[in-house]
């Protein structure tokens, strides 16, 4: 960075021109690569497009403000960071701290991006914005492809600032594909090709068409500039042929080199973007979002000081590291960002939409990548930061929610807020002078509009899908297209979207309601087994137990994330409450669906001691100590199994079925002693 800096007179410039410099330097990936020359969009010869216009009532409704630069850290938590932040590893982050206002964000249930990044920047229920899973199912094909902005139902604090007429730059946020029309510049989500498969971005992902060009030569500079020697910053042990080998990667997620590499150049991509839109744009709102403090996390976490008993010694040793590292490189940037702002008096606000499982609590069992369990690393206490407020530095954090982002920042641009929002800024923001306005609507008008103009076919959304899968929000067994029934029925909504549906309004006190979400969830795709479990909870919960009983061991058959414990934990409830048969029928059928459990094998097996079956309790044993041999459990469970009711019968009846059982013969002969 140094280096890049050298080659123009500091005295000559002024210093939001040296913070720019800096930081396209840093989205380049250090003084290694030098300057850049960056395309000059050329005109567009695309045909008319919708053009974002000031509404003169929505220009007159607003008041005075202050520019603010937003930087989501997907996943980042003070958890995680205050050690960093102790050890001197974030100095950056350290200064920021200490001259402004950090705070604790609470999430919502449930703890997916998509879903709480709409409702951080609408300021809406996820009912009311619409946005309720990563995917759907495109009306007519029935195609799965993401979610994307046309789902979304209410206006974002962009689409206000832009009806008055204020420049706003949205870079990589979940769900804004189709880039809808903005006074500026929005870069959507499908820009970045996660998993590199060798294809351009989609068009749509640039707005306005004619910056497409000089987006995608950022891109392809930064895609070749996240070289070897940029990964041998993190891996110093990378040889050139494991590189070459990432880098040829089709799955970046089965590798934790490739899914690095991938991280990075997310990361630099959107930083440079950013550079070159606040310097030319000069917006009075920019969003810079970061999946990649999360992603780290799903990758890296795992790795994670101390080593779990899962990682061996060399995969410690070699990537216990790279997360410290990596945030140790967003620290670098928000030096940049926070001289950004300084040039030009704007605030400078940090949020994220949860927090991450970064130390005690970490999942032992629970892969941070895998479907359905990616999210059991989520944390409900996210971070946000306010530095340039001119509020006075506070030591104490507030604590706020997800949904107070968008007051925060209507607030702080002097926007008028919507109608209804009875939503507070974050303190210590004062509420905005301006009046409510319905911005409902415009919103409403336009998103019709939007939607007569789209393209027939998804356009990019097969990368995203592959996206998904390999982050682990989207399981291997969800069918890539709905049936037509359920399309008919779900109006393009996933079984997903209805389960998260029913756990809002479970969360909320509407049973009801959540009921039939789930009970929807299951029409669409009756092998989701979340919807399945979610079901028999609430089920469980109202005393219908014999279907509630069914959906537990259907969930269990489809590998429910923690589904062994919930089984075991409600035979156990069934025993204490003195109905053993329901408990052994319970654990029957779940062993009929999944016999591959042993912990649920030894509990069926000690309910059978107590009922004096010895030969099934002995054979439960049996193959539990056959597929857990290491769990000293099951031989002292098997143990137990000859001198049932006092004798050994049921061994012997075993050695007649089966006279090469050397354990059956060593439990006689212990029994015999």
Request: aromatic letters at 8%.
């Amino acid at each position: 960075m140094s280096e890049t800096r050298s080659m123009i007179p500091s005295q000559r410039l002024p210093s939001s021109l040296l913070a720019f410099v800096a930081l396209a330097a840093f989205a380049c990936g250090g003084p290694e690569a030098g300057p850049r020359r960056e395309a000059e969009p050329p005109p567009s010869s695309a045909r008319p497009v919708l053009r974002a216009a000031t509404v003169p009532e929505i220009e007159a409704a607003a008041r005075p403000g202050r520019p603010v630069l937003f930087v989501g850290l997907d996943g980042a938590d003070w958890q995680h960071l205050d050690p960093l932040i102790a050890r001197g590893e974030l100095p950056e982050l350290a200064r920021l701290v200490r001259e402004g206002r950090p705070g604790v964000l609470e999430t919502e249930h449930p703890p997916l991006s998509p879903i709480l990044w709409t409702t951080m920047f609408t300021g809406s229920s996820p009912l009311e914005h619409g946005v309720l899973d990563f995917s759907r199912f495109r009306p007519g094909s029935g195609e799965r492809e993401p979610v994307g902005s046309e789902e979304r139902l209410r206006p974002a604090v962009w689409n206000l600032a832009s009806w008055a007429g204020r420049p706003v730059t949205v870079l990589g946020l979940w769900a804004t594909f189709p880039a809808e029309p903005v006074q500026g510049l929005l870069v959507a989500d499908r820009f970045f090709a996660f998993l590199d498969m060798g294809g351009a971005p989609p068009e749509g992902t640039v707005f306005p068409p004619e910056r497409q060009a000089w987006a995608r030569e950022i891109l392809r500079q930064v895609e070749e500039e996240v070289g070897f020697e940029t990964m041998r910053g993190y891996l110093p042990d990378l040889g050139e042929a494991e590189y070459r080998r990432a880098l040829a990667a089709t799955r970046p997620y089965d590798d934790p080199v490739s899914a690095l590499r991938r991280i990075l150049v997310e990361t630099r991509v959107y930083a440079r973007l950013l550079a070159g839109s606040w310097e030319r744009d000069r917006p009075e709102l920019a969003v810079l979002y970061l999946q990649g403090t999360d992603s780290i996390g799903h990758m890296f976490a795992p790795y994670y000081p101390p080593r779990q008993a899962s990682v061996s010694p060399a995969d410690f040793a070699r990537f216990g590291g790279v997360a410290d590292r990596y945030f140790r490189e967003i620290d670098r940037l928000l030096g940049e960002l926070r001289r950004l702002a300084e040039a030009r008096g704007a605030v400078l606000f940090l949020a994220s939409d949860h927090g991450f499982t970064w130390h005690e609590g970490r999942p032992e069992q629970l892969s941070s990548f895998a479907n359905a369990t990616a999210a059991k690393w989520h944390r409900k206490e996210g971070m946000y930061l306010l530095h340039g407020t001119g509020a006075a530095a506070s030591t104490q954090r507030e604590r706020g929610g997800v949904r107070q982002v968008a007051p925060t920042l209507v607030s702080l641009l002097g926007l008028a807020p919507p109608v209804g929002w009875g939503v507070a800024p974050l303190a210590p923001v004062a509420a905005p002078a301006a009046a409510p306005f319905g911005y409902q609507p415009y919103f409403d008008r336009e998103r019709e509009r939007r939607l007569a103009r789209a393209p027939a076919a998804p356009q990019g959304g097969e990368e995203e899908i592959a996206k998904l899968r390999a982050l682990g929000y989207l399981g291997a067994r969800e069918a890539g297209r709905a049936s037509r029934e359920a399309l008919a029925r779900g109006a393009g909504r996933t079984a997903g979207s209805f389960n998260n549906e029913g756990l809002i309004h479970q969360d909320e006190g509407r049973k009801g309601e959540a009921r039939q979400a789930f009970e929807r969830a299951l029409e669409v795709d009756s092998g989701l087994a979340s919807a399945a479990w979610n079901l028999s909870d609430l089920l469980f919960a109202a005393g219908e137990l014999d279907r509630a009983d069914e959906l537990l061991v259907r969930a269990f058959g489809g590998e429910l994330p923690e589904g062994t414990r919930f089984v075991i934990g409600r035979a156990i409830g069934y025993q204490r409450s003195g109905d053993v048969e329901r408990a052994l029928r319970l654990l029957d059928a779940a062993i009929a669906a999944r016999g591959d459990e042993p912990e649920v094998l030894l509990f069926r097996g000690r309910y059978r001691i107590e009922r004096g079956e010895c030969q099934g309790a002995l054979e439960d044993f049996l193959a539990a100590e056959r597929l857990a041999p290491a769990n000293p459990a099951a031989p002292a469970s098997a143990a137990r199994a000859p001198r049932c009711r006092g004798t050994p019968g049921g061994a012997r009846v075993a050695l007649s079925l089966d006279p090469a059982q050397p354990r059956v013969r060593e439990l006689l002969a212990r029994t015999a002693g």
